[in-house]
Nanobody, 119 residues
Framework: QVQLVESGGGLVQPGGSLRLSCAAS????????MDWYRQAPGKQRELVAA???????NYADFVKGRFTISRDNTKNTVVLQMNSLKPEDTAVYYC?????????????WGQGTQVTVSS
């Protein structure tokens, strides 16, 4: 089993910044990808940013140029640096990984952390 613990959410004014962190622990073999998703009230969960073990990144169009995803493979952590935040970024943000052990791949989700952008 793999556990994900997120931190760093909170309340910030428009134009401000927040840094989300997620640490994976447990019986870890290979983490294929580490991602951040978000879900706003009444909306579907959507991908925000993803990063592979080799460092290849992918961003949703609505965060390009504002958010940066990074990971530390030695510590099994992923960070989402969020700048120039907008009210529409308000959502619960979830850490997500794809874990591989042998031929088996398993997705894991964190518990979510609330990000509120408001004046």
């Amino acid at each position: 089993q793999v556990q994900l613990v997120e931190s760093g959410g909170g309340l910030v004014q428009p134009g401000g910044s927040l840094r989300l962190s997620c640490a994976a622990s447990g019986s870890i073999f290979v983490i294929v990808s580490m991602d951040w998703y978000r879900q706003a009230p009444g909306k579907q969960r959507e991908l925000v940013a993803a990063i592979t073990g080799g460092g290849t990144t992918n961003y949703a169009d609505f965060v390009k140029g504002r958010f940066t995803i990074s990971r530390d493979n030695t510590k099994n952590t992923v960070v989402l640096q969020m700048n120039s935040l907008k009210p529409e970024d308000t959502a619960v943000y979830y850490c997500h990984i794809i874990h591989k052990r042998g031929f088996t791949t398993t997705p894991y989700w964190g518990q979510g952390t609330q990000v509120t952008v408001s004046s």
